[in-house]
């Protein structure tokens, strides 16, 4: 529920304007104080009128000679989120671009609250590479996307570019809102450790960190605190603690030192390591007619250990079917099991998408369609925050 709390919603320029009346009720009927931006734009698909009926207040369409000297800076600081649905190509152009030439851009870039944005166009205009651009752009600076759908566009037209429904958009709010979204501890791994051989020689995996990644950069942005222990070289939201590791000693020492309340283990840690490495670099002339190896600590173990056991979540990338991370789901004792098949084209390592199946504690299983790495990370943190609030 979303009782008292203060969510500013922004109005861009689309057909799909009318339906953010539908979201400003449903954002009331859930007991929000809203307030409501429109664009020039805006006001050309639907009234003020609508939405100060909605929401018992008139909205706000311009930066200068309003009631307030400075509306944006008010609204910035008003709100506890912020929505922009449907967000036009154009406004998302501006805010990516730090352009805060309207009453919307200027807000987007005052408010230090968390920003949802939902857009909405034709798909051509979705996919250009400058709209593209533009929403990386967003989602490295730590705005969260919802959306687009695909489905009936205006004009007849069916594609990627629909705004997501109202109802979806309030259920990610309440989300983001979350009271314990601020105390929630997430400690995530990524990546895949190194083991060396010599100073030039590693035994390592083809894990490139993206999913881990993916999921640290989401638990940021719902709020949560993130410490990230990578053995992957990617870039992570500002707001996350990042701990560089290379071996899977290393791994174990830095997760060793976090307290977490939920911690998600999508490294992959090497089982062996050479016995030996060697202080100089091994030369051809010399030979080496074996590596010996010896096993590695095991991470994951060492979590569902603890006294103060966090929820665990652990990964397994097998090229064996399902049936033996339904085993090692219920053996290790993890709370969740994220299963990918890294055989399977599109799925696994390197690569941006992924399909995962998700295993709980007893062996059940979950499978989940294709999606990319990022939807992936949304997806199980929802279920990750659903689980915590159903046990407390
Ligand atoms: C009929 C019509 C529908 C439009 N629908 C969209 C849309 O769905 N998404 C979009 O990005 N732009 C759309 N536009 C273009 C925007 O209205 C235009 O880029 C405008 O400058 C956006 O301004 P704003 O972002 O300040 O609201 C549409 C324009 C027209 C005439």
């Not at 397994?316 to 033996?324: F, I, L, Q, S």
């Not at 399909?355 to 369609?369: A, F, H, K, S, Y």
Request: glycine share 8%; charged share 25%; net charge negative.
């Amino acid at each position: 529920m979303l009782q008292g709390r203060r969510v500013l919603l922004a109005v861009t320029g689309g057909v799909a304007a009318y339906k953010s009346a539908i979201l400003a009720r449903r954002l009331v009927e859930a007991g929000a104080e809203v307030k409501v931006i429109l664009t020039d734009s805006a006001r050309e698909f639907i009234g003020a009128q609508t939405f100060a009926a909605i929401t018992g207040g008139q909205p706000f369409t311009t930066l200068f000679g309003e009631t307030s000297v400075s509306p944006h800076t008010d609204l910035a600081r008003w709100c506890e989120v912020a929505i922009v649905a449907p967000a036009t190509a154009s406004t998302i152009g501006r805010v990516a671009n730090g352009i805060s030439s309207d009453l919307v851009s200027a807000t987007l870039l005052t408010t230090r609250s968390p920003v949802l944005i939902a857009p909405a166009m034709h798909t051509e205009m979705w996919e250009h590479p400058a709209t593209q651009r533009n929403i990386n752009t967003l989602e490295r600076d730590g705005y969260l996307l919802i959306g687009p759908a695909s489905g009936a566009l205006a004009g007849g037209d069916v594609g990627i570019g629909r705004v997501v429904e109202p109802e979806e958009i309030v259920e990610a709010v309440e989300a983001m809102l979350s009271p314990d979204d601020s105390t929630l501890r997430v400690l995530v791994t990524a990546g895949g450790t190194r083991e060396p051989l010599d100073p030039v020689r590693y035994l390592g995996n083809r894990s490139s960190g993206k999913m881990g990644h993916a999921i640290a950069d989401e638990a940021a942005r719902r709020g949560f605190t993130v410490t990230l222990v990578t053995a992957a070289d990617l870039s992570a939201l500002p707001t996350v603690k990042v701990v560089a590791v290379e071996t899977a000693d290393e791994m174990l020492d830095a997760v060793s030192g976090e307290d977490a309340d939920v911690a998600i283990m999508a490294a992959a840690v090497a089982d062996f390591r050479p016995s030996k490495s060697s202080e100089g670099k091994i030369s051809r002339a010399d030979g080496l007619d074996s590596i010996e190896l010896s096993p590695t600590p095991d991470v994951l173990a060492s979590v569902v250990a603890r006294d103060e056991r966090p929820f665990v979540v652990g990964f397994a990338a097998e090229t064996e079917g399902v049936e033996r991370a339904i085993e090692k789901a219920v053996v290790k004792k993890v709370d969740l099991l994220v299963y990918n098949d890294v055989t399977e084209p599109g799925s696994g390592f390197e690569s941006n998408t992924n399909r995962v199946v998700l295993i709980d504690g007893e062996g059940q299983t979950e499978p989940w369609p294709m999606m990319s790495k990022q939807e992936v990370a949304s997806l199980l943190l929802d279920r990750i925050v659903g689980d915590l609030a159903a046990r407390a």
